[in-house]
């Protein structure tokens, strides 16, 4: 059965920092890997989403890798603001048409 | 782009009644639709797989007769939890995805049943 862990569990830096989140998971048979943003008490905004052959992702300050074989990602953070606060998801897909397999997040708070 | 509606956001209901929630892929067809529950402080939990014109998949430890799901068209999938408790309370979410095309899947903004 397909486990995701997240670390850290929650995280608090000062305005403008590079920050790294990092998901791990066990089996590495997967289809894809998706990070998401959750608001409190709101849905899922999707951020990156990264093939089982792909290496990495870039959207704006957010860059995402993959290592498939070690079961690792990382979400890097570049020049984190205010509004970056937020619960940071990771997923991971095992087959093309299956649900997702979610970590318990990275609760991130950066202070202004 | 790809938008998915969940309607309500909120319901609060009394033990013992059902309420029905409904997800819908606004701009594009969904064959499939996936419904989850998260509890305060847990991750996302998949409680099922629903397809279009067929019956809905549980994975293990949901009741499926507690959990009806029906997903009747191509753009709507419902989910009715029956006769509930106050233990169902939680945040219940769907997503969906764009067939023909590596888009990840699109979620809905969840609703918080809270039963009293």
């Known amino acids: 059965k397909q486990e995701v862990t997240q670390i850290p569990a929650a995280l608090s830096v000062p305005e403008g920092e590079n920050l790294v989140l990092n998901c791990s998971f066990t089996?590495?048979?997967?289809?894809?890997l998706q990070w998401f943003r959750q608001d409190p008490g709101k849905g899922l905004t999707s951020l990156l989403l990264i093939q089982s052959s792909q290496r990495e992702q870039t959207s704006g300050r957010l860059n995402a890798s993959l290592d498939k074989s070690s079961g690792r990602s990382t979400l890097y953070i570049a020049a984190s603001q205010p509004g970056d606060s937020a619960t940071y998801l990771c997923?991971?897909?095992?087959?093309?048409?299956?649900?997702?397999?979610f970590g318990k997040g990275t609760h991130l708070i950066i202070q202004p | 782009g790809a938008v998915v509606s969940q309607h309500p956001s909120r319901v609060i209901c009394k033990s013992g009644t059902s309420v029905k929630i409904e997800c819908r892929s606004l701009?594009?067809?969904?064959?499939?639709m996936f419904w989850y529950r998260q509890f305060p402080k847990q991750s996302l939990m998949l409680m099922a797989t629903s397809n279009e014109g067929s019956k809905a998949t549980y994975e293990q430890g949901v009741e499926k007769d507690k959990f009806l799901i029906n997903h009747a068209s191509l753009t709507l999938s419902t989910l009715t939890v029956t006769s509930a408790h106050p233990e169902d309370s939680s945040f219940y979410i769907c997503?969906?995805?764009?067939?023909?095309?590596?888009?990840?899947?699109?979620f809905g903004s969840g609703t918080r049943l809270t039963v009293v």
């Open positions: 701009d594009f067809q969904a064959t499939t």
């Open positions: 089996d590495s048979a997967i289809y894809n």
């Open positions: 997503s969906a995805a764009k067939p023909l095309g590596d888009y990840g899947y699109t």
């Open positions: 997923a991971v897909r095992r087959g093309g048409a299956d649900g997702l397999t």
